[in-house]
């Protein structure tokens, strides 16, 4: 039995917005190693460790195994949230998926969700579709976080169940580059939204040469371009 387990950087970073005591479930938890590592910390902690392939959760049994936390880390076999029953869990964490497969997770489960108080969501890409889904569903967002690790940037959103608190409508713009990440805007934040930029302007570039054109999706995609031009020379930074 080992209590030693290195987490990539955004999964210590996904696993910090748990609270302490908590009583999660990790959805698509591959080898167990984010709940191993917060159940090894936090004697108080219980998890339930989802995983959709047998070989991963082969080998996420064999983690929980080799780190003696049978008691307190159960891996099941499912498709996204229905390993859960209901009222199982008080927050959830799905990392390292696209972000509409996350929301795609986050509603066919939506009934096992009553629970819930807080959702970790670490979406690789399309982080927006985790933001809508979180406001068309009662759930604020409290923290978002962005990240740049081996070459890869990435964002983690969490979402806390709304408490009757009156929140402001987020905006298509916040929604597309995150309410609190607008406000504080850390380096990796330009990194992401550069490379962005030159992505969308080579695509829309490309649409204008189409012999059929999408003008709607033009002007949506132009429009996002001129969001992306604001948020880049905001403060003195530069889209270069």
Not at 156 to 178: A, C, M, N, T, W
Not at 187 to 210: C, D, G, P
Request: aromatic share 8%; with cysteine.
């Amino acid at each position: 039995m080992t209590n030693n387990i290195k987490l990539s950087k955004r999964l210590k970073q996904t696993a910090s917005y748990l609270p302490m005591g908590a009583n999660f479930a990790d959805i698509g938890s591959d080898h167990a190693y984010l709940p191993c590592y917060v159940c090894l910390k936090d004697k108080q902690a219980k998890a339930i460790a989802g995983e959709i392939n047998d070989g991963p959760f082969q080998s996420a049994t064999q983690t929980v195994r080799e780190h003696g936390l049978e008691e307190v880390v159960d891996v099941r076999l499912g498709d996204g949230l229905d390993v859960l029953t209901a009222d199982e869990v008080t927050q959830v964490v799905i990392a390292g998926m696209g972000g509409a497969l996350i929301r795609s997770i986050l509603q066919k489960g939506i009934n096992k969700l009553e629970s819930v108080e807080r959702i970790i969501a670490q979406p690789n890409v399309d982080a927006r579709d985790v933001r809508e889904w979180f406001k068309n569903n009662n759930f604020i967002i409290t923290e978002e976080t962005i990240i740049e690790e081996n070459g890869h940037i990435y964002e983690i959103v969490v979402g806390d169940r709304h408490s009757g608190v009156v929140y402001p409508e987020l905006s298509q713009k916040q929604l597309l580059f995150g309410p609190l990440l607008l406000e504080n805007k850390p380096e990796a934040f330009y990194t992401k939204w550069a490379e962005e930029y030159e992505k969308l302007n080579r695509v829309i570039s490309q649409m204008r040469l189409a012999k059929h054109l999408n003008s709607e999706k033009l002007n949506r995609f132009e429009t996002e371009l001129r969001w992306m031009e604001e948020v880049l020379q905001y403060d003195g930074k530069s889209k270069q």
